[in-house]
């Protein structure tokens, strides 16, 4: 089976997760509430800078008691979502009570369920006034994003154990600052980059005290966005040296930059996998010819497979990125994994070859808290807007009528068993 390498073998095995592992699916405030007036990609769809709108998006905001129905109903113990600042924070220094108190509502509808709440401080998107300020490329982006998380904190923080300060630090600068496709769509600077790179690793470190003052047994990470990469052609001396390259801009940088000690301001490292690069070296491409691109020919030996989106579907990857990130010593957590497609059984395939993947690197002794399907429902993906279907729930955005897949019935059956049924031996 492409990109999945299960065994067809019909004796199975049973993998028991452990006690307490948290299942559940992920979600973004840009993505699914709707109406995000007041953040910068707002503003830039308003500008027509952008390819599509995000409009209501699946109006998530006023049917998050429904929704979370949904997730029960589908066996999960955990949810993560994001918290959306230029809600809490829409002008500088300016408070929204009553913003927050919608996300205490969030947060006891999750409990109420039974749902344990994951929490992320920034996924991708800014207050509309802090990104006309220069927004991260600023060094007092730090202050002020520190100032956010103390007032949401503050407020939250008896209700929530798990934080995620920021979401794909390397994504985020590498589409705001090097391809500009992002907001703030600007020409490439590798210089602002790192700059912003660095900004938001020091907001993260600065953050993590906040968030252990004010809830002491608080679990602090920061989702990670970490492709298995490796070499087009192992024997070529260019193709190895280019895959290292980008493997260490893309899955070392951002933990250099948090310092040597990292694991003083990790709980744990949450980890978003999607897919396999397969880097070749291309002289001519200045600059980036030190990273290499991406090889999508069929010559290695297995037939490849990819998502809607290009991406490729690679499910042993994901047992080889947690077997590399438990290198840094802390607990890991699968914060996002998914797929964008319109076939049903390669959804489900997909899924459960990465939940396999999941389980054996379990069984080789990585500590793995939980794990994430990206997404909870059909939501707006960015610039690709609402064609990339990764809901475990598919999403009519005329009617906002919700249906559960037949994935989620699968998945449903290893969260509530907490356990999956393999065929090994791999
Ligand atoms: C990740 C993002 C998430 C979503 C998925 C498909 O990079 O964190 O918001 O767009 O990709």
């Known amino acids: 089976m492409t990109g999945f390498s299960r065994s067809s073998q019909t004796a199975s095995e049973l993998f028991a997760f452990p006690e307490g592992f948290l299942w559940g699916a992920a979600t973004a405030s840009h993505q699914v509430e709707g109406g995000n007036r007041g953040n910068d990609w707002w503003q830039m769809e308003q500008d027509g800078r952008l390819p599509h709108e995000s409009g209501e998006a699946c109006r998530h905001y006023e049917l998050y008691s429904s929704d979370f129905d949904l997730a029960k109903s589908m066996g999960h113990n955990a949810h993560r979502f994001s918290i959306e600042w230029s809600r809490i924070e829409p002008r500088q220094g300016e408070w929204n009570e009553a913003e927050l108190e919608h996300y205490v509502a969030v947060i006891d509808a999750l409990r109420y369920r039974g749902i344990e709440p994951v929490v992320t401080l920034h996924h991708f998107t800014n207050p509309a006034w802090f990104s006309q300020r220069g927004g991260w490329a600023r060094k007092d982006s730090v202050d002020f994003f520190v ?103 893309l899955n070392d940088a951002l933990f250099m930059l948090l310092g040597r000690r990292s694991g003083v301001v990790l709980d744990f490292i949450g980890l978003n996998f999607y897919a396999r690069q397969v880097v070749c070296w291309r002289p001519k491409a200045g600059a980036a010819m030190l990273l290499g691109s991406e090889c999508r020919d069929d010559h290695h030996g297995e037939p490849r497979a990819f998502t809607s989106l290009g991406w490729e579907i690679y499910a042993p990857g994901l047992r080889k990125v947690l077997r590399r990130f438990a290198r840094h010593g802390v607990p890991l957590m699968v914060t996002e994994n998914g797929i964008a497609t319109s076939d049903e059984q390669l959804r489900t395939r997909y899924l459960m070859a990465h939940l396999e993947s999941v389980a054996e690197a379990v069984r080789d002794g990585v500590t793995v808290l939980g794990y994430f399907y990206w997404t909870l429902m059909d939501n707006f993906e960015w610039t690709e807007g609402r064609n990339a279907r990764f809901g475990l729930v598919e999403v009519d955005f005329l009617t906002q009528q919700r249906t559960v897949r037949p994935v989620a019935r699968a998945y449903q059956v290893v969260c509530q068993s907490n356990s999956i049924e393999w065929t090994s031996p791999r």
């Open 147 to 249: 100032r956010y998380v103390q007032v949401v904190a503050t407020r939250l923080a008896s209700r929530v154990r798990f934080w995620v300060t920021i979401n794909e630090p390397t994504v985020y600068v590498k589409r705001a600052y090097i391809t500009g496709d992002w907001p703030p769509c600007e020409p490439r600077s590798w210089g602002r980059a790192i700059r912003v790179l660095r900004n938001m690793c020091r907001a993260h470190a600065a953050a993590y005290p906040v968030l252990h003052r004010l809830r002491p047994d608080a679990m602090v990470g920061l989702a990670h966005s970490a492709p298995y990469i490796t070499a087009c052609n192992p024997s070529s001396a260019a193709d190895r040296v280019t895959a290292r390259l980008r493997d260490f801009a």
